[in-house]
């Protein structure tokens, strides 16, 4: 039995050496042979061969250790691999044809020719070339730019001068240059030139001339033919309805209104009502875009042609884009609409006295006239000429029954001369509403509206700010509109974006260039 670990310890810290042990003589060979193994056995298990090094430094046990170490290392190093060159047969090199055929089979850089495979081999029948020939024909592709012209872009991309005019005139004849919008991409393909001092003749330009129009210029002999390329669009508007929810804005962005479409609805909608106030989650917004869309593929959204506000189930607000008299407007469901300006004439009279030095009717001196005088009927109404707040209500020494309203930005308005008074102080107003009619009370020859505007809190001539006019459509003009109003609300949502079928048979090519070069079926 092997001792130990602790009698081993033992054993090495206090001896300098194990004695080998002795077998006595009398035993038969074969016991004794046996009993030596066994006991040498014993022996060999009881010495440490792999110490601590960094223990007992010096020691019979750490020589013993260091012996054990620089064996085993240098076993280890005796087992390195060669590293030296393998030992290959040398093969004699090839020459003639199976030279050209190795050749054929390798990957040459491009210094050496870059030829690859057995049919671009280099054999001694190859004679060098002169000059290095042209190729046939160069396809390529030029953009318009903002502000660049038809005909400079195609004398860059290297049409004769004489051709880019000659294309440029046939182009302007169907359709006009300023139509081409910027970044419009042109296929050009330059022909085969009789020499190299002359430019390539153009043999062919095709592009996108207008949302529904193809233009091609194809080489008909030694002119250029030019061919019109129609596309069927569908004109069908885009209509979106919802129910506004806890944000009309969110509401509509989610049942897929564009961004700038919704903000410019909550414009429309609210020059008529109060967007925070007066829409409720359970009304529903209806939306209709200009929307265009070619058998190609292509779609265009437009602008925002019809807003709608439905409450429970009838109109609360119909707002349509027209143009009238050269100019387009919102108009009401009614034909009543409004031009462009910032604030609502005070009553609908004409001006009878402007802004400034005049002789006072009834003091017989001349002063400072501080406002606008509006002519009317008596009990004729004022209207607030946009948001405010009512700051003055009620007699105001020589201007009789006066109403101020102040409005944002340190603008204010004051009216004079009323024979009735609509509203109180403190109140709200909106822009159009009724605050009073018109009188001839204070220093007046008779009825009239004296109209003041303020900025800063001192007067300020009112033709200084434009007036809001109303416009009305009547007679014809106003059945034209109602009869494109019924049109647009006869169109169901999600129209416009059913699949629209292709007038011809041919596949829709990304690029017009693309589909002209495809190959005839056979």
Same mark, same amino acid.
Request: charged share 25%; with cysteine.
């Given at each position: ?89 040398? /093969? ?6 199976? /030279? ?128 019109? @390329? ?113 604030? /609502? ?20 001196? @001349? ?12 009990? /004729? ?119 629209? @079928? ?21």
């Amino acid at each position: 039995m092997f001792k130990s670990i602790d009698n081993i310890d033992m054993q090495v810290q206090g001896t300098a050496a194990v004695a080998a042990p002795s077998l006595p003589s009398s035993l038969p060979e074969t016991m004794v042979t046996k009993e030596k193994i066994a006991e040498w056995r014993e022996y060999l298990a009881e010495i440490d061969w792999v110490p601590d090094l960094g223990m007992d430094i010096g020691s019979p046990a750490w020589f013993r250790g260091l012996v054990t170490l620089v064996a085993l290392s240098g076993f280890a190093i005796s087992c390195l691999p060669d590293f030296g060159p393998i030992a290959g047969h040398r /093969a004699d090199a090839l020459s003639g044809y199976r /030279a050209d055929q190795a050749r054929s089979q390798m990957i040459a850089p491009l210094a050496y020719g870059s030829d690859t495979g057995i049919r671009m081999a280099a054999t001694d029948a190859v004679r060098p070339l002169a000059e290095s020939p042209e190729r046939p024909s160069i396809e390529l592709v030029a953009t318009l730019g903002r502000g660049d012209s038809l005909r400079r872009v195609l004398q860059r991309a290297g049409v004769a001068s004489n051709e880019a005019a000659q294309a440029n005139d046939l182009i302007s004849g169907a359709v006009s240059l300023g139509d081409i919008k910027p970044g419009t991409k042109i296929d050009v393909i330059l022909g085969r030139r009789p020499a190299k001092n002359q430019a390539r003749p153009l043999d062919q330009l095709a592009f996108r001339a207008r949302f529904d129009l193809n233009l091609e210029i194809l080489r008909d002999g030694d002119r250029l033919k030019l061919n019109r @390329k129609p596309i069927r669009v569908d004109d069908t508007p885009l209509r979106i309805k919802g129910t506004v929810g806890s944000s009309l804005y969110r509401s509509a962005r989610a049942a897929g209104a564009p961004s700038d479409a919704v903000q410019k609805y909550l414009q429309v909608i609210g020059s008529k009502m109060s967007v925070s106030r007066d829409i409720r989650s359970t009304d529903e917004f209806d939306i209709i875009l200009s929307y265009r869309r070619a058998e190609t593929g292509e779609v265009e959204v437009g602008d925002l042609i019809y807003a709608g506000l439905d409450r429970g189930g009838k109109p609360a607000a119909q707002m349509l884009k027209w143009q009238s008299g050269g100019r387009t407007n919102w108009f009401e469901a009614s034909g009543v609409g409004q031009s462009n300006g910032e604030l /609502a004439r005070p009553t609908n009279g004409r001006i009878t006295s402007s802004y400034g030095m005049r002789r006072h009717p009834i003091l017989r001196y @001349k002063r400072m006239h501080s406002g606008m005088d509006f002519g009317g009927g008596y009990g /004729a109404p004022i209207y607030a000429v946009t948001d405010g707040t009512v700051v003055h209500a009620g007699r105001k020494g020589g201007f009789g029954n006066y109403v101020r309203l102040q409005h944002g930005g340190g603008l204010a308005s004051g009216y004079g001369h009323m024979s009735r008074i609509a509203v109180s102080n403190g109140r709200r107003v909106r822009k159009g509403q009724i605050i009073g009619y018109i009188g001839s009370t204070g220093l007046s020859t008779g009825p009239h509206l004296h109209y003041e505007l303020y900025r800063g809190g001192r007067t300020i001539n009112p033709r200084s700010v434009k007036f809001v006019e109303r416009a009305q459509l009547g007679g014809r003009e106003l059945r034209n509109f109602k009869g494109q109003l019924q049109k647009l609300q006869r169109v169901e949502p999600g129209a416009a974006l059913t699949t629209l @079928k292709s007038a011809s048979a041919q596949a829709e090519p990304e690029r017009e260039i693309n589909r002209l070069n495809k190959p005839l079926a056979s």
